[in-house]
C-alpha cells in the first residue's frame, strides 16, 4: 500500500515540487525559454528578441485578468500557491528579468526573433495555440487575444 502524504507535511511539499517539475517539463513556460534563449544567444539582436518576448509575457499575464477576473485566483489553485508566493514568484520569474536583463532597443527586426513565442506555441499546443493544459482554461477566443497581445509586443513595439 501506497502512503500518502498529509497536506502540509515535507512528503507533500516534496510530491507538490515534483508535480510542478513533470509540468514545467512538459510544458515550459514561455518565460524559461525566453531566459534559456537570452542566456544562449550569440549576438544582442537575439538577446533584444527574447527581451522583448520577456514584455509581452509580462503584459499577458495581467490582460488575462481583464480576460477573466478569476484567472490569476485558479492559477493559485492550480498550482496549489498562496496568493504570497504566486505573487512573489510573479516578481521573481516576470518583473525581475526585465530589471536586471535590460536590452536597449536595437530596431524592429531585432524584435522579430519574438516570433520563438509562435513556434513555442506550436510545439507546446499541438498547433491548436490553446494554453489552458499549461496555464487554465481560458476560451478560444481569449487565447486568440492573447497570442495577438504577444505577437504585438514583441514583433511591433520598441519597448
Avoid at 40 to 64: D, E, H, K, V
Avoid at 87 to 116: Q, S
Avoid at 133 to 143: K, N, S
Avoid at 146 to 153: A, Q, Y
Wanted: hydrophobic content about 50%.
Amino acid at each position: 500500500m501506497m502512503k500518502t502524504a498529509t497536506p502540509g507535511s515535507l512528503d507533500s511539499v516534496v510530491q507538490h515540487s515534483f508535480h510542478l517539475l513533470r509540468i514545467a517539463v512538459r510544458h515550459p513556460p514561455w518565460t524559461f525559454v525566453n531566459l534559456f534563449v537570452y542566456a544562449a544567444a550569440p549576438n544582442a539582436t537575439i538577446r533584444r528578441g527574447s527581451y522583448a518576448s520577456m514584455w509581452a509575457t509580462l503584459l499577458c499575464f495581467y490582460y488575462a485578468l481583464l480576460l477573466d477576473r478569476t484567472w490569476h485566483r485558479r492559477m493559485m489553485e492550480k498550482q496549489r500557491f498562496s496568493p504570497l508566493t504566486f505573487y512573489a514568484l510573479d516578481a521573481l520569474v516576470h518583473w525581475a528579468p526585465l530589471v536586471v536583463l535590460h536590452v536597449p532597443y536595437r530596431g524592429w527586426m531585432a524584435n522579430a526573433t519574438g516570433l520563438l513565442n509562435f513556434v513555442w506555441g506550436v510545439l507546446i499546443t499541438g498547433g491548436t495555440m490553446d494554453l489552458s493544459e499549461a496555464y487554465v482554461p481560458l476560451t478560444r477566443a481569449q487565447w486568440r487575444k492573447m497570442w495577438m497581445l504577444s505577437f504585438i509586443v514583441t514583433v511591433a513595439i520598441p519597448i
